[in-house]
């Protein structure tokens, strides 16, 4: 078989006799033949060869030189690679044979501050990044080695949050942020420091006078209850952070000067009657009207009345004659209206019999007094008035 050749063709450059391979016209097959006066002999036609995309051989392995042991870099140090496999030959197989394109990337934070084609490199910035890659026209296969630069701590702007008053908490919190981007909203608790390797990081909480700061003994964690020592004074934390590459301390902002806690608000007394045939009548209007006449409470019978007047309470009871006086920390029983020695202050699980009224002390706030028929209880702000009828097994 004879096949023509395109005109494109020149004979006297090729000689007769010449053997040739040259595509088809649909370029699906590759044709072998002899070059002749006519055309091309044609022998046997041969199906075209794939390509095949670059692979890495088994067992091939690279590493960085001036590495350490943990994956870290000093700065400073000349960076290149080698491959330390005992495979032999070339790392990666394809065809057509692959080529290299490999890449050196030095990286601060997010962001790329310098590439290079071709080792060795001096290490600079926080990361070095080594992109190994083969690549032909059936595909491309890489590797990527990367090293982590060795730096001394950093540590942000700490801070005392909270409020700076006796009894209360202040927690350790740091503003601002490492690397580039918008700082965050408002302080963040907790520490803020870094390095390679991680530092050891110590907190000292300190007390602050106009003349000088002192350490507070103990006060070395995140967090920090405020003393009535500190009252008067401002408190700062301080942060200090060390590694293998160098140390760093950072003493934060004053608090503002500690406070007193607010006074808590007195209990008021407060008049409750159980049991049948009890007729309560309305607690006095509040100190705006100091002439109202005092509130109190009496039986159906008559046998007990009780008044309040500020913290006092005062029963009469009638089968004796006498008056109780019980204050937050008095008791008296006196004839008529007033007078009679004070009584001492009863003990917890003490106690003490007055004519027909037997009191006993249940705990320091709290004082119960009993009649052949009644009940009184005076306990932290809280007054009742039961009959004995009612309070039996209590």
Excluded at 125 to 132: I, K, P, V
Excluded at 376 to 386: D, F, P, T, W
């Amino acid at each position: 078989m004879t096949r023509r050749t395109p005109s494109a063709w020149r004979l006297a450059q090729i000689g007769r006799g010449a053997a040739v391979t040259m595509p088809s016209m649909r370029g699906a097959r590759v044709i072998t033949g002899v070059l002749t006066a006519a055309g091309v002999a044609v022998g046997a036609a041969a199906p075209a060869q794939a390509a095949e995309a670059p692979a890495f051989r088994p067992g091939v392995e690279f590493r960085l030189t001036g590495v350490l042991p943990d994956g870290t870099v000093r700065a400073g140090t000349q960076v290149d690679v080698e491959r330390v496999d005992t495979a032999g030959g070339a790392p990666v197989t394809g065809d057509p044979a692959p080529e290299a394109q490999w890449s050196w990337d030095v990286a601060n934070d997010d962001y790329i501050v310098r590439r290079a084609y071709e080792g060795p490199i001096t290490v600079t910035g926080e990361r070095l990044t080594l992109d190994l890659a083969w690549r032909n026209d059936a595909g491309r296969v890489s590797r990527q080695l990367t090293a982590i630069v060795r730096r001394a701590p950093q540590l942000l702007r700490h801070q005392a949050l909270g409020a700076a008053e006796v009894g209360r908490e202040l927690v350790l919190g740091h503003t601002g942020r490492f690397g580039f981007g918008p700082p965050p909203q408002g302080p963040v608790v907790g520490l803020g420091v870094r390095g390679v390797p991680a530092p050891a990081s110590t907190i000292q909480w300190q007390r602050c006078s106009a003349d000088a700061c002192a350490d507070i003994a103990g006060a070395t964690g995140e967090r920090y209850v405020v003393q009535a020592a500190d009252q008067g004074a401002t408190l700062r934390p301080v942060v200090r952070a060390v590694n293998d590459e160098g140390a760093a301390e950072d003493v934060g902002a004053a608090s503002a000067v500690v406070q007193a806690p607010p006074a808590q608000p007195q209990p008021q007394p407060r008049v409750v009657v159980e049991g049948p045939g009890f007729e309560p009548r309305p607690p006095a209007p509040p100190a705006a009207r100091p002439a109202a006449p005092p509130a109190g409470v009496r039986s159906a019978d008559g046998a007990v009345r009780c008044l309040v007047r500020g913290t006092t309470l005062r029963c009469a009871v009638r089968a004796t004659g006498r008056i109780l006086r019980l204050g937050p920390a008095t008791a008296r029983l006196v004839r008529g209206r007033l007078g009679g020695p004070p009584l001492p202050v009863l003990a917890p699980g003490r106690t003490l019999t007055l004519g027909a009224l037997r009191c006993a002390a249940k705990s320091a706030r709290t004082i119960v007094c009993r009649s052949p028929r009644h009940r009184v209880i005076l306990a932290s702000g809280r007054l009742e008035l039961r009959s004995s009828a009612t309070s039996r097994g209590r």
